[in-house]
């Protein structure tokens, strides 16, 4: 079988459920609808006392709960229950292609392989192939590594992005393998679409997939040979968990002896993901707006425009700042401000030179202000047309940021390293991902 260990990759045995209902088998990514315990009950009414992911993930809404540890043991024991019982079928060392529909008629393909936790880092300023897109918050990672260390099962909602212009490590393995019969193939809860899944097992579709990564690999390596190959898309917390978990499973193997090769040979040392293109048609990047309170908003304005170096210009309607915030065919960054005063709304333009994603010089800057200014208070806004009504109110501003440039994604996070939290959001909630394949791990 075709080696993928130089680039960080694994063929995993996964595991799929005998007879798939995945209306019931099948629940979103734990980490969406976190206030919204409405959600979660139409989850378990759904799936009726069937086999279901739901009984073996922690959905973080129910995280502050006073029966945290409770849930957490039955998780665990319902993974053994599953793998007693027979729920899934014989284990089969492959990739998977997935076809993923949603319910706003937007396709995205993805690659479900195995990652090599070794060659994934979350801190600032790492060089490893696979890094962080976003702020990590140290602090959410020791309450879910409760829920991950000797966890039987591992269920994968992590998304890693690939920087593939000629869609070749999965449009292309997909075209090499959808002739086949799919594995699994059918509607998801919720009204979030429809998901189908093919095996990738042959040595031909192998071998593409290592040339595809090798492409990719030369393509992210810089002068000093560091290789960008993976970016994390969703799921950064999840796998900073899976990383720490293995880094206390790995000092264990070592203070027992373990030889190199029993050492990459535990399950535990990888984490299962889906791939996605970055340029892929179906993959939609918005730009999280912000709303800052209790500012004054004159000297915000100038503030920011002064770090950003930028030069400022009044537009008449809200309708066209909303249009020179967007304009692809700028020469660099622009911000859109809304502030209300005394009853009249002013709609203005920052334009910058700002190369880089027009986030990334943004938030420190709004980080210098509000330290400056005990009091003031920003919030993270998806979606314009919100952004624009708060900024209407008295005393408020909203900033609109314009698309996410995913040609210079990379490059950002190359040269200044991860992301401020809150910097982009890769679809809508019904898009994440759900689960549907299982591993061993413990």
């Not at 591992?154 to 393995?173: C, R, S, Y």
């Not at 042959?202 to 560091?226: C, P, Q, S, T, Y």
């Not at 293995?246 to 535990?266: F, P, T």
Request: overall charge negative.
């Amino acid at each position: 079988m075709t080696d993928f260990s130089q680039y960080g990759v694994a063929v995993p045995e996964i595991l799929l459920p005998e007879n798939i209902d995945l209306e019931k088998w099948a629940v979103i990514a734990c980490d969406q609808y976190t206030q919204d315990r409405d959600y979660w009950k139409k989850a378990a009414d759904i799936a009726d006392g069937k086999p279901s992911t739901l009984n073996v993930i922690f959905p973080e809404v129910y995280l502050s709960d006073s029966d945290r540890e409770e849930r957490i043991q039955n998780i665990k024991k319902t993974m053994n229950a599953y793998l007693q019982n027979k729920v899934f079928a014989e284990a089969e060392k492959e990739f998977i292609y997935i076809e993923r529909k949603t319910a706003y008629g937007r396709t995205r393909k993805g690659l479900v392989l195995a990652v090599d936790l070794d060659s994934y880092e979350w801190k600032p300023f790492s060089k490893a192939m696979i890094r962080a897109t976003e702020a990590t918050v140290p602090e959410r990672i020791p309450p879910r590594m409760k829920i991950r260390t000797g966890a039987p099962l591992e269920l994968p909602h992590i998304m890693l992005l690939a920087d593939d212009p000629q869609d070749e490590l999965v449009g292309k393995t997909g075209e090499l393998v959808k002739g086949g019969k799919a594995l699994y193939d059918g509607d998801l809860q919720q009204k979030s679409g429809h998901i189908t899944g093919w095996a990738v097992r042959d040595e031909k579709a192998f071998a593409h997939v290592a040339d595809a990564l090798k492409a990719i690999a030369e393509k992210g390596r810089d002068k000093d040979g560091n290789t960008f190959l993976f970016a994390v898309g969703d799921g950064n917390h999840s796998l900073a968990t899976a990383k720490a978990v293995w880094d206390e499973h790995k000092k264990e193997l070592l203070a027992k002896g373990a030889s190199q090769a029993e050492i990459n040979a535990s399950p535990v040392k990888y984490a299962l993901v889906e791939i996605v293109n970055i340029y892929d048609a179906g993959l939609t990047f918005e730009p999280i707006h912000r709303v800052v309170f209790k500012a004054d908003n004159a000297a915000l304005l100038a503030f920011i425009a002064q770090k950003l170096d930028g030069e400022v210009k009044t537009a008449e309607s809200s309708a066209e700042l909303e249009k020179l915030v967007a304009d692809k065919n700028a020469s660099g960054a622009r911000y859109g401000f809304i502030i209300t005063e005394k009853g009249k709304t002013s709609y203005t333009l920052l334009q910058t030179g700002i190369t880089d994603l027009a986030i990334a010089s943004l938030q420190p800057a709004l980080d210098d202000f509000i330290k400056e200014n005990p009091g003031v208070e920003i919030d993270y806004i998806h979606g314009t047309d919100e952004t624009v009504e708060l900024g209407s109110r008295e005393g408020q501003m909203g900033i609109l940021l314009p698309p996410i440039a995913k040609d210079s994604f990379f490059a950002t996070i190359n040269s200044r390293g991860p992301l401020p939290r809150k910097s982009f959001s890769m679809g809508e909630a019904s898009e994440k991902r759900f689960y549907v394949e299982a591993r061993r791990l413990f």
